[in-house]
């Protein structure tokens, strides 16, 4: 079945840097990767998304690539400020039990330093 | 205002004990999906259901029940064959029209046992 591995677990950044998140997927059949933030306490909101037939998105300050061959997709966050400071989960697509489900990477806490 | 429910927020369960967690959509979505977060995981897949009067287990779905009677309602029962049921507990629900589209969270229903 799918498997999506998320990296890094932990991330620091100084505010105003970029933060770049990456994840793998290994069902070449998956064609859509959301990612999603969480803040503490609360459920995850979606913040970009792309499907198979596009290889970039972006979004104000987010961006999302996307390299089917390599199998692999990131996220890009730019001039990051403290409130981007959440858990960032990746997933991928796959079609079991008649019906596409999500897969999820176990995500990433990003934290953004003043 | 449109969105999912949860509740509680906060629940605690003795052992032995069966309890149901609430989540109530009103986006007239089709699918709606039961969630567990562990600290550090992502997201895994207990129970879906794509249509009313149908559900269908997910990954972890042992020790846990469904029903899904109304489109806007999916209960979550807690039995106490769940031998570790302390976790976040996560509604999501989606159009279900064919590809997989946006899925929307609610806000989770934390989960104690004494």
């Known amino acids: 079945g799918e498997n999506v591995e998320q990296h890094p677990s932990t991330l620091s950044v100084q505010e105003g840097d970029s933060a770049v998140i990456k994840c793998t997927y290994s069902?070449?059949?998956?064609?859509?990767f959301p990612w999603y933030k969480q803040e503490l306490g609360k459920g995850p909101q979606l913040i970009i998304d792309?499907?198979?037939?596009?290889g970039e998105k972006k979004d104000q300050r987010i961006a999302v690539t996307l390299n089917k061959t390599a199998k692999h997709f990131s996220l890009h966050i730019t001039e990051t400020q403290p409130e981007d400071s959440a858990v960032y989960f990746c997933?991928?697509?796959?079609?079991?039990?008649?019906?596409?489900?999500?897969?999820f990477g176990k995500g990433t806490k990003l934290t953004v330093n003043p | 205002d449109g969105g999912i429910t949860q509740s509680p927020k906060y629940l605690f369960r003795k052992e032995g004990q069966n309890v149901t967690l609430s989540c109530e959509q009103n986006l007239n979505h089709d699918a709606m999906y039961w969630y567990r977060q562990d600290p550090g995981q992502g997201l895994r897949l207990i129970y879906y259901s794509q249509i009313v009067n149908d559900f269908q287990k997910g990954d972890i779905a042992e020790g846990y029940s469904v029903s899904r009677e109304k489109k806007e309602s999916f209960p979550l029962t807690v039995t106490s064959a769940q031998k570790n049921p302390t976790a976040f507990y996560l509604c999501?629900?989606?159009?279900?029209?064919?590809?997989?589209?946006?899925?929307?969270f609610g806000p989770g229903t934390r989960l104690t046992v004494l």
């Open positions: 069902d070449s059949a998956s064609n859509y």
């Open positions: 999501a629900s989606n159009l279900g029209q064919g590809a997989l589209d946006t899925q929307y």
């Open positions: 792309i499907r198979s037939n596009v």
């Open positions: 997933a991928a697509t796959r079609f079991w039990g008649g019906s596409e489900k999500l897969v």
